[in-house]
Structures are given as C-alpha cells and as structure tokens.
C-alpha cells in the first residue's frame, strides 16, 4: 500500500484544499470544526471534526496529545513539564498542551522509558 503524502480536506467554506502532511504542525479541534495549522503560519477551518483526522493519521507520526489537539511529530523539538502539567513545543516554539490522561501515550510514541 502507498504511503500517504498528502490529504485533500474539505474547508468550511466548501472548498477542497490539498495539503502536505509534512506541511501541517498540528491541528486543533474548534466545534465540531478543526482548524489545521500549517508550516508557513497559515490555517484552514476543516469541516471534519478532530476524531476524523485522529483516525486517518492513525500509524502515521500524528498524535492525539489532548482532546483538542493532535500534533505531527515531525515538528516536535521538546516536551516540558512543569508544576504538574506538560506540553509539546514545536520547532516554532509553539507550545501545545499534552493532558496527563494521554501522557503515557506520548512517552509511548517517543519510546521514551
């Protein structure tokens, strides 16, 4: 089977935009929308909701970090914890919240002991 490079994404405003899978940083869900967040500091409203992508990028290096997000860990430069809490910062130096309830799958992800 033929690895995915790309994803055709129907936008909100009914269009389809054909994206990159290296290009999106990560995406965030907004309603029953998902805002995909894109390498060149630009965004797209996705009609879908985030457990629609959470099961396409399944076995691909994306990740469900937090109920309103996913992350591509291709951009991921560090995890920092502090007081309690964790996050993924990107190579942007966007920070993204992972939740304690799916940590121990981030760590799993990584292969981190």
């Not at 405003?13 to 907004?30: C, W």
């Not at 630009?42 to 985030?50: G, P």
């Amino acid at each position: 089977m033929k690895e995915k490079t790309q994803i055709a994404v129907k936008t909100a405003n009914s269009g389809i935009k054909i994206i990159l899978l290296a290009d999106i940083l990560y995406l965030k869900s907004e309603g029953r929308c998902t805002i995909i967040n894109l390498k060149n500091n630009t965004s797209l409203v996705a009609s879908k909701n985030l457990g629609i992508y959470e099961k396409f990028f399944y076995n691909l290096n994306f990740i469900r970090v937090h109920n309103s997000y996913i992350v591509n860990f291709q951009h991921l430069d560090q995890i920092i914890r502090d007081s309690g809490s964790q996050h993924c910062v990107l190579f942007n130096n966007k920070m993204i919240p992972i939740s304690n309830r799916k940590f121990s799958k981030v760590k799993e992800h990584l292969h981190y002991q």
